[in-house]
């Protein structure tokens, strides 16, 4: 049996660049989950620049389609719109999950808005308990830990994850609607504070509740 050709060799098939869309289409959408751009121009055979400026090209051209290209960092991938999310879970079968109660979707605001923030913070932001809903949102894996802050107890700080993107079908957090539409900008300004003054926060040392989901039924009464 004679060897199978290399991956560049096997790559000189696709002569012209709606070949390579082609081929980058194809593997987003077998894989169904982000692939690294640098995993792509691997297979695909060109400079990992070069790629990422053709993949940003691709994604114009979804407008107006079912489909869309998300571009994050170091990660690319090919997702339906959620507007027609109802239709495909009707056509499917697919039961919707549980959806983020009303608690934690504040948090999520207030982390994607003004991001680093540490839990005091979005604490002084709510004017409640954010213990429950922080936890709940990192178990998701829509926020994460990206530091600590530089100050007094060193509280860590939070920051959305690529899949909060994904979720919410965002290529950027440029994206982001306007802030009164999560009702982050109709916080008090006197409870609002700038990252300068995040030093001064209150480092919560005490223990969370035991139980997790009465902590968070009291937060939205």
């Known amino acids: 049996m004679p060897n199978e050709k290399s991956t560049p060799d096997a790559m000189e098939a696709l002569g012209t660049v709606e070949d390579i869309k082609r081929a980058v289409e194809a593997i987003l959408f077998a894989a169904g989950y982000p692939v690294r751009y640098e995993k792509l121009a691997e297979v695909i055979g060109l ?23 998300l571009l994050y960092p170091d990660t690319c991938q090919l997702t339906t719109k959620e507007v027609f999310a109802p239709y ?3 056509a499917l079968g697919i039961r919707r999950g549980g959806n983020l109660s009303n608690s934690s979707l ?25 213990s429950y809903a922080v936890t709940s ?7 994460e830990a990206v530091g600590r802050l530089d100050a007094p107890g060193r509280p860590m700080l939070y920051g959305t994850t690529d899949k909060f993107l994904r979720v919410f079908g965002l290529s950027s957090l440029a994206e982001l609607p306007e802030t009164e539409a999560l009702g982050v900008a109709n916080a008090p300004a006197e409870g609002v504070l700038i990252e300068e003054d995040r030093s001064q ?16 039924g009291k937060e939205e009464s």
Not at 111 to 128: C, L
Not at 137 to 143: E, M, N, Q, S, V
Not at 201 to 210: K, Q, V
Request: proline share 5%.
């Open 137 to 143: 949102l990192l178990d998701k894996g829509l926020i």
């Open 47 to 69: 400079p990992q620049r070069d790629l990422r400026g053709l993949i940003e090209s691709m994604s114009r051209e979804y407008d107006g389609r079912g489909i869309q290209l």
């Open 201 to 216: 926060l209150t480092i919560d040392t005490a223990e969370p509740p035991a139980d997790l989901e009465a902590s968070e």
């Open 88 to 90: 495909i879970r009707e």
């Open 106 to 130: 504040e948090v999520l605001a207030v982390v994607a808005y003004n991001q680093p923030v540490t839990r005091s913070y979005v604490d002084v932001i709510r004017g409640v308990d954010s």
